[in-house]
């Protein structure tokens, strides 16, 4: 997919990494407020062309500057469709499938509650976000449940994939001990 894509109520947008798309639902507007389907599995698959099945929806509340990632599972693989619906992200996702003509590539996206854009992100890509605004609630669809015997983590400042994130100088990150152990690219585990 090399185009943008429109149905009736999706804007779908391909990015540098083979399959990972930037989804943009239609929001309907007036002096009310606004209203937008946040996920619709017949107009999804008809943009797409994937039919997928969610099986498990998670929620995170997260200060800025909050560092999560890069995570992905070698079993019980996980597609995500992530979006934000309070404050903003900038969201990463790392090419790990070896078959692939993007391996090792990465691509980042800023999502929001204001620009309604979501992410798709098949199976057998790391994932990542770091949070932008003062606080920012991300929620992300799943295609299997979390497996954490299965659970890998690349390191957020590899070099070998060198990721821009957009840290201002001298801004401290708030990471837990497993994100700021993650393994260099060399040492991750593959798809």
């Given amino acids: ?25 239609k929001v309907f507007g007036d002096e009310r407020g606004w209203f937008t389907e946040s996920f619709n599995a017949h107009d999804f698959s008809e943009a797409t062309g994937l039919s997928v099945e969610f099986v498990q929806d998670n929620h995170s509340f997260s200060r800025q ?10 079993e019980q693989a996980q597609g995500k469709l992530v979006r934000v619906v309070a404050g903003s992200v900038f969201d990463v996702a790392v090419d ?12 980042g996206v800023e999502l929001s509650a204001q620009n309604h854009k979501q992410l798709w992100i098949p199976a057998g890509l790391a994932h990542g976000f770091l ?10 669809k799943t295609t299997d ?37 993650g393994l260099s690219w060399d040492a991750a585990p593959k798809f």
């Fill in 1 to 25: 997919m090399s185009e943008i894509l429109k149905s009736s109520k999706l804007l779908i947008t391909p990015t540098a990494i083979h399959d990972v798309l930037v989804i943009e639902p």
């Fill in 65 to 74: 500057w909050t560092l999560r990632g890069l995570h992905y599972q070698l």
């Fill in 96 to 107: 790990t499938r070896e078959d692939s003509p993007t391996y090792g590539k990465w691509v």
């Fill in 131 to 140: 949070v932008l605004s003062e606080t920012a609630e991300f929620l992300y």
């Fill in 145 to 181: 449940y979390y497996h954490p015997q299965s659970e890998a983590c690349l390191a957020w400042n590899d070099p070998q994939v060198n990721i821009k994130w957009p840290l201002p100088e001298g801004v401290s990150l708030n990471m837990n001990a497993k994100d700021s152990a």
